[in-house]
C-alpha cells in the first residue's frame, strides 16, 4: 500500500467537488449492487454524495458515494472502524454497513468521467441533530457518556490508513506558526501567538511519550443525533 502525503487528501477532497450521480443511476448503481429498489432523496453532505434510500418494506439506508479525491485507504478505513464498533460494542447506536449481492463491504463504480470512486451503504438512523434541541446538563452528560463508550469501543482498533494526517489535527498545530504574521496586530494575535509558544515549548516535546488511539474526533451538535 503506498503512504499516504500527509494532508493532502484532504485538502483535495474539500476542494474537488462531490460526485454528482443522477437519479437513475442511483437507482442503478443499488439494483445492481444490493439488489435494492427504492426510493433516493439526496442528503448534505460536505465531500462525498450521500443519499437517503428507502425500500418499499420502509426499511431506510444511506448511500455514500466517495469523493473520488478521497484515497482508497481511507474509506476502507472508515467502514472498518465501523465494523469493528459493530462486533465489540454492538449496543452503541451507530450506522451498520450493509454488505453488497456479492459479499463486500463496499464496491467500486466510475464516475461520467471514467474516475473510480468507492460506494458503501450503512443502515439509517433515525433521530434529529441534537443542536435543534434544548440543551440541558443532563444532554451534555449523557454526550460525554456516549463519546467515552465509543472511543472505547475504538480501543485496540488498527488500520493501515489510521495514521494518515488531517488538516486539523490538534497535536500538529505548530504547523501553523507559520500563518500567525496572516493575523492582524491585536488581542486575538496575541492570544494564537502565546498558545502556539506554549504548545512548542511544552506539549510538543511531550507527545510522542503520550499513549494514543484511534477516536471520534468530530463529536459536535451537528453531528450527534437525539
Known sequence: MAALDPCHGEAAALSTAAPALGLAELQDLLARCYGMRAEVKPLASERDQNCAVRCADGKRYVLKIANPSEPGPLVDFQIAAIEHIARVAPRLP?????????????????????????????????GVQIKETPRTAAQRAAMGRALAELDLALHGFTHPASSHDLLWNVSAAHRLGAQLDSLATGPRRSLATSFMTRFTDHVLPRLSSLRAQVIHNDYHLYNVLV
Not at 102 to 124: F, I, Q
Open 94 to 126: 451507530t450506522p451498520r454497513v450493509v454488505r453488497t449481492l456479492d459479499g463486500r463491504l463496499s464496491d467500486r463504480v466510475r464516475l461520467a468521467d471514467g474516475t473510480p470512486t468507492t460506494v458503501r451503504l450503512l443502515t439509517y438512523l433515525d
